[in-house]
């Protein structure tokens, strides 16, 4: 069994972390930390885990990390990077789910996250946990810094399209416009997030510049081996959970002739967790609801040269946690499915 | 025209206030404070009032609200009893939305809302603010202590049985299971209002104990000139605006042959803002969203001993805002549905 | 492996009970019947089960539905009395999520549902599918008629009050205040349901009468061993999932010094799906999401004379379709929660 | 006094002109049609109307539609241009807010609407009741088509681009990524369209091909004096009004020195139902909910290529009654907002 440790499980990523790892049938759950509600069991602060979880938070001196096999950061950005090293050097795995480890060029992290890099050699050995792309680097990693919800998405949409190795689309002018779920800011008290003020309401935010921008043309360079350039626009949607990204792509005159329908379907050929639909269809966040799949549907609207990706997904899953304990199972030699086969719920 | 003041324009209670009061043809607002958004234009924080409001808040200091003929309070407990003293001397009349003025014995305050009171003479010439009960006194009143949201609809939807001179129904065993929509906990930033917290969810809050009861028995028993005994359930809908109260009361023996429909239309004839709906309605709390009207429905189910009384309210009209407009017309004179003529809003 | 049959499997509770049982580890998916969707693959109908479910709709006449060892009707009422005889004489058990199975009296069968019961002498033999009530009678049963989504919190709710041999509450005045989300109206095209008229709105509905007051008080009056009288008045909450009953009962005089806590503690030890929350607790219907459990608070206002029991559920699952498949394991021997562990979804 | 009729008001777009008319100054209404309910009195089916609306629903047949001075149309496709030639005959001015009027090309309506046109001439003469674009051809139209509720988004997001003299944009390669509330349905009984289905979820539909496609390009192509090229990806949002529309243009190389915010903001000087919003704006849709007004925000992320337009408006004012309103306005000399001055409600 591995001994699981979880740091920050107060928050929508935490508690996601404690209903994927309860059940999962190689997974202890050793210890959750939170300063705050030190000594509190966590079945009281989220009652749905009564029965499922038994474990109290504990603060974070007495939580005895270094015991654990792996330990996941579902915390604020920083809390990672300033714990991983003493973590490592016991030998312990460890996972952020924060953007500590995402953006190898600390110059740009420090632009969108506003505080130095404390790690940057830990950040240079750290492996970008998407497994779809990344899958044997992280079967051998100790540190695993996961993508963003919206990155997971706009990656695994464009993929396909960019790891070709002549170019099929005009890759400097990319087009994502994400809709995300409320669940995606956090379990944080602010006042945009009331249900007051985002229900019944939609709108767009932070146009200007969003922190998943440079992680996604980081991993989509990364796919390509090219420069690429990417116009991302995230919207807020009335509803708790899912991330639906719209994904525009000028066709090159010379890939006019592509099966964009067959690229997708090969390129994902024998992948767990992405399911390229049948041509025609419009995936719904809902169908993910609860699991670790992403759906993904090509479209070409009256067989013009703009391509039109659909991708939805369960932000707080395969967004987020469940793709933490994807990377966990290939880090430890598990199926890479184990405890990840909820279905859906619907409706 | 009526010059209007606001204390505390940011909340929802402030916002619906200047809803009410930007197109009212006998108003002219001058002044809305805010400490912390002092300088910063209204329709800044609000863009629905882009073109309607022109005012800035103003730091109190700064404010003169003793040049207005009228200052609404839509503040924290607390604040306008602390401000009313000088505002009324200067010849000024205050609506308070808060509990400042609602609770005539100070004991009772101090035990439900934690702070003493420091204008024990004020309180006791304050009017409270129920137009369809305290009509007349209304009109001369300088200081109004404006009803909570459920105790509106508890005490008009019980008011026609309780009117009554001989009892009708076991008045020392009512019960309210009352349900509110979420603006009614305020724009607070507060980890249970928020979307992804409150939405596709529902429960009861405050069953042992709830400051709108005290306010709600004072008022019943004053309507039946007897004590009465209630048991108040308050619970969280996840929709914006909106309070539907089911109301229970056991008939008394004698009290059977009663025609409980016409006794309640005969009670509310001629009130502006009380539909007593055909026999057999289920009114909807969409069907009097924005609007000051507040609907009742009566049912005997199975013709047996049990009244089921239904009452929709929109809380922050009728049940704040809106009942503040309804009173202020009615102490200056106005027909009492100036301004307060909007059709609901529906879907 | 236990070879199962749905009859109706286009409407929540048929693709709740897909969810539940494809991943169950003691069943064979063998058939699923819509005689308007022949041919169609399930997953095509509802994209959350690609991957999951591989079997198509069959029209019933080729359904060969006597090769399976259990059948269950998700259907409308009046498809399973028609159905079973046949069924049963060929050894196939049947759970009946419908109502044809529920009311023991046919006059009153026949009163509510406007329809002749077709078989009396089944209804007769049929058990009610209540586990907590009826564990003994299941297990043994051929034909279960499972209880409503409402019946099931209602009578779970009063259960430990009225079990007790001397009466605890007036039990001529119970009332039951309930809420439900939505999804309890079925997957039906109809303009009450829709998002534009149920969402951001509150209502009562079927005060004068709804077809599950019968049915509870059946079940009331079987635990009581008494008369009972029950006034139920339901509400349609803005959600997709989920029913909150608050349940009133009148302490006895001479039952005042009852520790009700303790009672429903000690009624429910033991019992898997119910879980008695800490004094003082309120259930919200998420902490059950997706899940079989039904938790209960109890309290008693002001220490006063009136109980109130707050209960949740999820009208799909323990509501439906779990606890079809709970009466399926007690019917075959399994352990109870086999394939029934899910943790709720929250948030 | 503008004697007004309404032709199909059972709908959303029925509902909400009678919401608009009822209290508008200067008309009076006439009368209401529907076969389905003759002799309902209008405010049984809508409460909300009760006290507002007092007329019954008429049979068409009964209905002396021709005593009118203007009809409005708000009736499925096909309705409108079945009557409208004997009204105008009549003398009568006729409003549609279905998509009889609105395609001037006879093939491509009938390609899209999958019926024939039954009045070619009349299609010739009707006006597009756009007022910001077509204000003066509006005053003296006895016919008017009104654009679709998508359409008015993104042609009022685009048409300041496009009526340069010299292109602006790339005007073959837009695209506008909508988003729309489920009202925009209409109040039909759809499973797509229900609470259970809809809410806390979101998808692209008709990306294929949508009707507001064709009657959007010939707005544009009639704007600029140019071809241009469209691609139109709509969205459902789990919310009852609103729509938010996402434009993209590319800016020609010669025009990158242009002051866009400058160009809409003088663009749109003096109209009353458009506001350009300062620079770097996020429009929400609920800061137009109930009114008639359209936002705009204009923006070019990071000094790039790519202009970004966002458009906020309420589907069924702006997007139809409210629209139509204005136009009646303008027909009948009224100053263009005469009833159109609602506050939005918010929250």
Redesign the interface.
């Known amino acids: 069994m591995i001994k699981v440790g979880i740091v920050g499980g107060t928050g ?1 990523t935490g ?1 996601e972390l404690l ?1 994927l790892l ?2 999962h049938p190689g997974v202890e759950l050793k210890v959750i930390t939170s300063r705050k509600e030190d000594g509190m069991p966590v079945a009281d602060m ?7 979880v038994a474990l109290k938070f504990s603060a974070p001196e007495n939580a005895h990390l270094e015991s654990c096999d792996v330990v996941f950061f579902a915390t604020p950005h920083g809390v990672a990077m300033a714990q991983a090293p003493a973590l490592l050097a016991a030998g312990v795995k460890v996972i952020d789910l924060a953007a500590d480890f995402r953006i190898k060029d600390t110059a740009v992290f420090e632009k969108w996250y506003g505080m130095p890099h404390s790690c940057p050699d830990l950040l240079a050995e750290a492996v970008y946990g998407l497994p779809e792309v990344n899958r044997e680097a992280i079967r051998t990693a100790r540190l695993i810094g996961l993508p963003g919800c919206y990155p997971t998405s706009m990656q695994l949409g464009f993929a396909p399209l960019l790891a070709s190795v002549t170019p099929l689309v005009a890759e400097a ?1 990319l ?1 994502a ?1 994400c ?1 995300s ?3 995606g ?1 956090g ?5 945009t ?13 932070g ?3 969003h922190r998943h921008l440079p992680e996604t043309v980081q991993g989509l360079e990364a796919i390509a081996g090219r420069k690429i350039g990417l ?1 991302f ?1 995230p ?1 807020l ?6 991330i ?1 990204s ?1 994904l ?1 792509a ?1 066709i090159l005159p010379e890939a006019r002739g592509t099966d964009f329908q067959a690229l997708f379907e090969q390129y994902y050929e024998g992948q767990r967790f992405v ?1 390229v ?1 049948p041509a ?12 670790n ?1 992403l ?1 993904i549907a090509v ?1 070409r ?2 067989g ?1 040269d ?1 391509l ?1 990706i ?1 991708v ?1 997904e369960d932000n ?1 899953v395969k967004g987020a946690a469940g793709q933490g304990v994807q990377c966990m199972n290939l880090m430890f030699g598990l199926e890479e499915d184990t405890g990840l ?7």
Chains 1, 2, 3, 4 share one sequence.
Do not use: W
């Open positions: 929508y508690v209903r309860a059940p989220f009652p749905s885990l009564r029965g499922h002018t087009i416009d809709k779920g409320v669940s800011a379990r944080k008290a602010e006042v997030a009331l249900l007051a003020e985002a229900s019944d309401n939609f709108k767009a935010y146009v200007k510049g116009t626009v919207h949607v009335p509803m708790i959970r899912g639906h719209t525009y000028t399911d639909m025609g269809s419009h995936p719904e966040t809902r169908s993910v609801r609860g699991s799949m759906r479209h609207p009256d013009g703009l039109v659909l939805v707080l086969c909820q279905v859906p719920l619907l409706p």
